[in-house]
């Protein structure tokens, strides 16, 4: 509940167009987020006995793509984008958008 009302204050305020560019508390609220649900799914795969069972789990399988959409963003774009240079917001990419 509330990573939900979190996602609307982010929302609202938050007018960067990368997280490495945000206010202070927009970047460590993303990475707790990020920490949280990681290790929720971490905790989550390690209680299946059989670990192979996790990938016929549909819900399981969803909160992983959901997870890994999040760390994507969170914490593999911000590299991406800084190995780049981007200063912008484009992230070398030019007017993509």
């Known amino acids: 509940a509330f990573n939900a009302i979190w996602i609307s204050i ?9 997280l490495s560019e945000a206010a202070p508390q ?11 649900f990681s290790a929720e799914l971490l905790i989550r795969f390690l209680s299946f006995r059989v670990k192979k069972t996790a990938l016929g ?27 780049i240079g981007s200063s912008n917001g484009s992230g070398g990419l030019g007017n993509a958008s």
């Open 10 to 18: 982010d929302s609202d305020l938050n007018d960067a167009a990368l």
């Open 57 to 83: 789990d549909p819900w399981f399988v969803f909160d992983s793509f959901m997870v890994l959409m999040m760390v994507t963003e969170t914490w593999l774009l911000v590299i991406i984008f800084a190995c």
């Open 26 to 36: 927009f970047i460590v609220m993303e990475n707790l987020f990020c920490l949280y």
